[in-house]
């Protein structure tokens, strides 16, 4: 028998598995960090830009979006470096700020934020919080956000008001797959990062054909040309017009492996080309049980973010077999109300709701009940055994004691980060 590590939040769990009968697909640890000086020297030669210094006057602010603690970037080590370059360029650290592009997920921690930037940069830089909801208009005392106009599609564009007050825009992301923008990092960062709950409502609805009732055609992991989600977030980003950007590639270990900069879109394809190209799994056949676990902390924080490693799982595996997933979700399903969107017959009745009243969160859920639909899913979690059954899901406690006798599969130790397709 063999062994492997399996990722579960932030410790890690052993599984027992017959080598002759299971491959395991795809490597997580083994990319090695790139030094101060590597990165370095990537600021010194950015993709289709002038390095920063040269783009940004001593006299002139700057504002730096960072993601929250749902995704790695290797953030502090990149921030650090940036930081100290504005500085020695001219630029005054008072002018200097930092904003985490949260999206409608929930707001950083202060110790997430002292981990994100460091210690260093949170007591030296001043930071703010975005929130999707408009607290001033609720208050009545004016809005959180800037109107920039409509996308070319009909979408009125409100983006936090913070991004009107600085001269220039700075994005620093992380890229991996997103099962349906594509790839994360870059223009997310703005849309749905800085967004409002309307603006990210309404541009996520883009990726569900409410006519066929389905995922929308061109919508997808590892997609951009043609994905109408991804398009429409390059055109609300390009609305704040970013004068520079830094699209890191991660280890588990938040430590920078790949780093490309320069031009905020241009920059941040490249990087997606270069994580397909290093991220894709070739495999022949499906099988009739896929192990698969998100990867750890932050990948398996919550239900919401878990569910990205599960839709790699389901190109894996034959319709009808087994899916052992392993996501501890120590902050529970990522949205209280989530559940409500499981008390339907079926995801038809699911996409019949999402008709009537579309949320963001129901997408996801749609997704994963038509996976659970469509295969056996065990899940090894924090959650308890009534979400999961109402989600459809099997709650178990020991990895090692559900797989069929002569069943043929795939380990996957990090199912967040790769992306498998049938050669």
């Given at each position: 028998?063999?062994?492997v590590?399996l990722?579960?939040?932030?410790?890690?769990?052993?599984?027992?598995y017959?080598?002759t009968?299971?491959?395991v697909l795809?490597?997580g640890?083994n990319f090695?960090?790139?030094?101060?000086?590597?990165i370095?020297?990537?600021?010194?030669?950015?993709?289709?830009?002038?390095?920063?210094e040269d783009?940004?006057?001593?006299?002139?602010?700057?504002?730096?979006v960072?993601?929250?603690?749902?995704?790695?970037a290797?953030?502090?080590q990149v921030?650090?470096?940036l930081?100290?370059?504005?500085?020695v360029?001219?630029?005054?650290?008072?002018?200097?700020?930092?904003?985490?592009?949260?999206?409608?997920?929930?707001?950083?921690?202060?110790?997430?934020?002292k981990?994100?930037?460091?210690?260093?940069?949170?007591?030296?830089i001043?930071?703010?919080?975005?929130?999707?909801?408009d607290?001033?208009?609720?208050?009545?005392?004016g809005?959180?956000?800037a109107?920039?106009?409509?996308?070319?599609?009909?979408?009125?564009i409100?983006?936090n008001?913070?991004?009107l007050?600085?001269?220039?825009i700075?994005l620093?992301?992380g890229?991996t797959?997103?099962?349906f923008?594509g790839?994360t990092?870059g223009?997310?960062?703005?849309?749905p990062?800085?967004a409002?709950?309307?603006?990210?409502?309404e541009t996520h609805?883009l990726a569900?054909?409410?006519?066929?009732?389905?995922?929308?055609?061109?919508?997808?992991?590892?997609?951009?040309?043609?994905?109408?989600?991804?398009?429409?977030?390059?055109?609300?980003?390009?609305?704040?017009?970013p004068?520079?950007?830094v699209?890191?590639?991660?280890?588990?270990?938040d430590?920078?492996v790949?780093?490309?900069c320069g031009?905020?879109?241009?920059?941040?394809e490249?990087?997606?080309?270069?994580?397909?190209?290093?991220?894709?799994?070739?495999?022949s056949?499906?099988r009739?049980?896929?192990?698969?676990s998100?990867?750890g902390?932050p990948?398996?924080?919550?239900?919401i973010?878990?569910?990205k490693?599960?839709?790699?799982?389901?190109?894996?595996?034959?319709?009808g077999g087994?899916?052992?997933?392993?996501?501890?979700c120590a902050?529970?399903?990522?949205?209280?109300?989530f559940?409500?969107?499981?008390e339907?017959?079926d995801s038809?009745?699911?996409?019949?709701?999402?008709c009537?009243?579309?949320?963001?969160?129901?997408?996801t859920?749609?997704s994963?009940?038509?996976?659970?639909e469509?295969?056996?899913?065990?899940?090894?979690?924090n959650?308890?055994?009534e979400?999961?059954?109402?989600?459809?899901?099997?709650?178990?406690?020991?990895?090692?004691?559900?797989l069929?006798n002569?069943?043929?599969?795939?380990?996957?130790?990090?199912?967040?980060?790769?992306?498998?397709?049938?050669?």
């Amino acid at each position: 028998m063999a062994f492997v590590k399996l990722k579960y939040g932030k410790s890690e769990l052993v599984f027992q598995y017959d080598a002759t009968r299971f491959d395991v697909l795809g490597e997580g640890g083994n990319f090695l960090p790139l030094s101060d000086v590597q990165i370095n020297q990537h600021f010194d030669n950015p993709f289709f830009s002038s390095p920063i210094e040269d783009l940004i006057r001593s006299d002139e602010s700057v504002l730096i979006v960072v993601p929250d603690a749902t995704r790695k970037a290797a953030c502090g080590q990149v921030l650090n470096l940036l930081i100290r370059r504005l500085i020695v360029s001219g630029v005054k650290p008072h002018k200097v700020g930092i904003i985490f592009a949260t999206g409608i997920h929930r707001p950083v921690t202060e110790d997430e934020k002292k981990r994100i930037l460091t210690p260093f940069i949170y007591q030296r830089i001043k930071h703010f919080d975005h929130s999707a909801k408009d607290f001033l208009k609720l208050a009545g005392i004016g809005s959180s956000f800037a109107h920039y106009g409509y996308t070319s599609n009909g979408i009125r564009i409100e983006l936090n008001k913070l991004l009107l007050e600085y001269d220039h825009i700075v994005l620093i992301g992380g890229v991996t797959f997103h099962y349906f923008a594509g790839f994360t990092g870059g223009r997310k960062l703005v849309c749905p990062g800085l967004a409002s709950e309307h603006t990210i409502s309404e541009t996520h609805k883009l990726a569900f054909d409410f006519e066929k009732k389905t995922r929308r055609q061109g919508v997808g992991i590892g997609l951009l040309k043609g994905n109408l989600v991804h398009e429409t977030f390059v055109e609300i980003a390009g609305k704040v017009k970013p004068t520079f950007s830094v699209n890191t590639i991660a280890n588990e270990r938040d430590e920078a492996v790949s780093v490309f900069c320069g031009d905020w879109k241009l920059a941040h394809e490249k990087a997606c080309s270069f994580y397909l190209e290093n991220h894709s799994l070739k495999i022949s056949e499906k099988r009739d049980c896929v192990v698969v676990s998100c990867g750890g902390f932050p990948f398996d924080l919550n239900l919401i973010q878990a569910h990205k490693a599960l839709e790699s799982a389901s190109y894996a595996c034959k319709e009808g077999g087994m899916i052992i997933f392993i996501a501890e979700c120590a902050d529970g399903l990522g949205r209280e109300d989530f559940l409500k969107w499981f008390e339907v017959k079926d995801s038809e009745e699911l996409a019949e709701r999402l008709c009537q009243n579309y949320e963001v969160n129901g997408q996801t859920a749609w997704s994963l009940l038509k996976k659970a639909e469509n295969f056996n899913i065990k899940i090894l979690t924090n959650l308890n055994e009534e979400a999961c059954l109402k989600m459809r899901m099997e709650k178990i406690d020991d990895l090692n004691r559900f797989l069929p006798n002569g069943t043929h599969g795939y380990i996957l130790p990090y199912g967040a980060k790769f992306l498998t397709f049938m050669t």
